[in-house]
């Protein structure tokens, strides 16, 4: 038994207070669910569940909401999962093992965030004291081995040698390679207004004078080589093999993967465990992929993974990465599956996908495209 992802799609990322920014998780992720759907030529009395990954909004079940926007029917309860940057991925795995389990033969998985509509977190104190605000939660139980997330790069990019020049040369090539594939993008992209267009508003022609003026915001890591916080949705289609069949439709096999953890005080680093043992259950090695999407949350992060896995860099993030659209984090990861999904659909092959979150945690999947 198989679980195949048949249908992929996204919205377009925003930067925080841009063009998603009126939107509630539920209505930006409502549409692409319902665009999946229509790409496979399946009705909304077919889904059997939903999961969706979001980090940064108020609890609740926001796959509930999604559903029952989408109008898919009641009984489909909707699953939210909450593994930060790693959800997007993590969903699809989930998908995958319900599939293969027998559990359903139809899930709707992936992810939403809008930074722009996050709820304003409180901290409250049992002596009556009054409450105090904070923007990021704990991601490890000891204070001095959870750090933030720019210092945590900062640490690794010391660690490993790998100097602002380099990280600047690898965020200019990030968005030279999203405008040069405008046209491509698009074709992964809903747009949920008439106005608004296919490509990701973020992406621009970043230069070396551009990186220089760039502010500091620790050490090496600077605005221009780490991913601006946005909003975004994206979803993959996943099926059992009875239905793709009954279909007649190409798809990405989802042929497996990991999610592993490692030092919460180096996250940038996670991924490559995840990487290679997922690499090591399949029998394959770097040079067999196609092509690898490795999230860029900050430059550092993906230069080190490419590094310290064994990828190619001529196969990695062909059509740019989050440095050059932005990290609607809990969608993250699942737009790096869409990313594959497109492509692997015009070149076939095996694709990577990889991404790190707070806390020291890395996921990595495979996917295979098989014709009908």
Known sequence: MQAHVIAARRTIVASRGGALAGLELHELAAPVLLACLEDAGLGTDQVDEVIVSNAMGGGGNPARLAALQAGLPERVGGLSIDRQCCGGLDALMLARAMVLAGQAEVVLAGGVESYSRRPIRMRSFADGSEPQPYDQPPFAPWPDRDPDMAEAAEALAKQLDIGRGRQDEWAICSHQKALAA????????????????????????????????????????????????????????????RVRKELGR??????????????????GIAPVAAIRETLDGLSLSPSDLAQAEIMEAFAVQAIACVEQAGLSEEIVNRRGGALARGHPIGASGTILAVRLFHDLMRTGGLGLAAIAAAGGLGTALVLEWNEA
């Open 182 to 241: 405008r046209d491509e993008l698009a074709r992964e992209i809903l747009p949920l207004q008439p106005d608004q267009g296919q490509c990701d508003p973020f992406t621009r022609r970043l230069g070396p004078r551009l990186c220089a003026r760039a502010p500091v915001v620790c050490g090496s890591i600077t605005t221009a080589n780490m991913a601006v916080a946005a909003d975004g949705a994206a979803f993959c289609l996943v099926v059992s093999e």
């Open 250 to 267: 190409s798809g990405a096999t989802i042929l497996g993967g990991a999610s592993r953890g490692g030092p919460p005080e180096l996250p």
